[in-house]
């Protein structure tokens, strides 16, 4: 089985050792997709397909919790902290956040191995249910695709976070306030008005099964199967 495999990490002697390690397993084929600071992982987060993401917590620029935080936005993609950081407090601030597992350094390297080996294998067997599809729309959550009337389009991030969330609520009137938390986090201190231009681009994106998305007015926003 192929996987593809994003490891942030700083230390470069740790993550050459890591690379050496999991390049070289004869019972998986692994790409292993390497970045030293948050800025790059983000980058190749934001334009490429991973598998699984290794993340240390603490990062030269942007740290571990920040880009896990980012990447939830718009993704399911499991998440394997590995951290110094040994508190109570840091590791239930991870889960949190929505990181898969955690591991302390210093690690075992097979202990390493059996997690991922763990969080690919949960990831592949839920992967079955991660369809989504109402009316004309759909997307699919494990390759983030979104389609209408079977073509393919192309949504900014936030975009498809939002419509990702809609649809898993369908038919819910949900409120500008729980999409900007749940789309861009809880510490987001922007207004209200954020929602309405993204959802407004997201209507455009979608052509006429924007219509789907359904203002209320006063309350929020409403996802329906039919225009």
């Known amino acids: 089985m192929k996987y593809r495999i994003l490891l942030v990490e700083d230390e470069v002697k740790l993550l050459e050792i890591i690379e050496d390690y999991l390049t070289t397993r004869p019972d998986h084929e692994i790409t292993l997709i390497c970045a030293q600071d948050g800025a790059t992982a983000l980058e190749y987060l934001q334009t490429q397909q991973f598998d699984l993401v290794i ?3 603490m990062l030269p620029d942007i740290d571990g919790f920040s880009i896990c935080r980012e990447l939830r936005a718009y993704s399911d993609v499991p998440i394997l902290f590995l951290t110094a950081r040994c508190r109570e407090e840091d590791q239930l601030y991870g889960y949190a956040l929505g990181c898969d597992d955690y591991l302390l350094k210093p690690f075992s390297l097979a202990v390493l191995y059996a997690k991922i080996t763990a969080l690919l294998k949960r990831s592949k067997e839920t992967a079955i249910l991660k369809q989504l599809q109402y009316g004309a729309i759909a997307i699919d959550l494990l390759a983030m695709e979104v389609t209408v009337n079977g073509e393919i ?61 359904k203002t209320v007015i006063g309350k929020g926003y409403r996802f329906v199967e039919a225009p």
């Open 55 to 57: 993340l240390d917590v």
């Open 153 to 213: 389009i192309t949504l900014a991030p936030k975009e498809y976070a939002l419509l990702k969330y809609l649809m898993e609520h369908k038919n819910w009137v949900v409120s500008r306030d729980t999409l900007l938390e749940k789309v861009w986090g809880y510490d987001y201190y922007g207004g209200e008005r954020v929602v309405d231009n993204h959802i407004k681009k997201l209507r455009h994106a979608l052509g006429p099964a924007g219509n789907q998305i």
